[in-house]
């Protein structure tokens, strides 16, 4: 049974900070990942999606990178802005099923 | 391209009632799963469907069921509402052109279901 887990839970930055979000998970038998944020009381936004095949994507100033042998990935945000306070989800595409993380809620302090 | 629509988008309900919500996928989208996020368990998968059959569930008693119809159009159920249930409830659409495939997810807003 896949398990996906984000440490921290929270997290708070100055503006103007990079930072790094991660994700970690226990099955590497996957076939992508995918970033999301999500504000408060809405959907969930995607914003990168990693193939099983690929190290990293890029997209503006977030680049997310996949280790599948070790089981992990991270989102670097490049020099934080208020409008990235949200939470974080990372989410395993396997065998017919997604599980997604529990979140990283990031605020960014101005 | 219109995006994933969700309705209704707010719903209050009582105990022991029964609820049914419904999710338009982007066109040309065949994969449908449902989600249900609630404070203290984060996201939890309920289903998804691909072509109009369930391919896969997640672990929901069988008061939660699901349906999927030729337009790729989806309906949840919840039956015998508890106030557990209460929750955001996100649909997701998926190109996923393979039935064992997994691809990129584009969420509706969620309906905000309340349980008195």
């Known amino acids: 049974k896949q398990e996906v887990t984000q440490i921290p839970a929270a997290l708070s930055v100055p503006e103007g900070e990079n930072l790094v979000l991660n994700c970690s998970f226990t099955?590497?038998?996957?076939?992508?990942l995918q970033w999301f944020r999500q504000d408060p009381g809405k959907g969930l936004t995607s914003l990168l999606l990693i193939q099983s095949s690929q190290r990293e994507q890029t997209s503006g100033r977030l680049n997310a990178s996949l280790d599948k042998s070790s089981g992990r990935s991270t989102l670097y945000i490049a020099a934080s802005q208020p409008g990235d306070s949200a939470t974080y989800l990372c989410a395993v595409g396997g065998y017919q099923k997604v599980t997604f993380g529990t979140g990283t809620k990031l605020q960014v302090i101005p | 391209k219109a995006g994933v629509t969700q309705t209704p988008r707010y719903l209050i309900k009582t105990r022991g009632q029964q609820v049914t919500l419904s999710c338009s996928p982007i066109?040309?989208?065949?994969?449908v799963s449902w989600y249900q996020q609630t404070p203290g368990q984060g996201l939890q998968f309920l289903f998804e469907?691909?072509?109009?059959?369930?391919?896969n569930k997640g672990n929901f008693p069988g008061r939660f069921s699901g349906r999927q119809f030729s337009n790729s159009r989806s309906e949840m159920n919840v039956s015998t509402l508890e106030l557990g249930d209460s929750a955001l409830y996100l649909c997701a659409s998926s190109l996923a052109t393979v039935r064992t495939s997994t691809d990129t997810q584009y969420f509706g807003p969620g309906t905000r279901l309340t349980v008195l």
């Open positions: 099955d590497s038998a996957i076939y992508n």
């Open positions: 469907y691909f072509s109009e059959t369930q391919r």
């Open positions: 066109s040309g989208h065949r994969s």
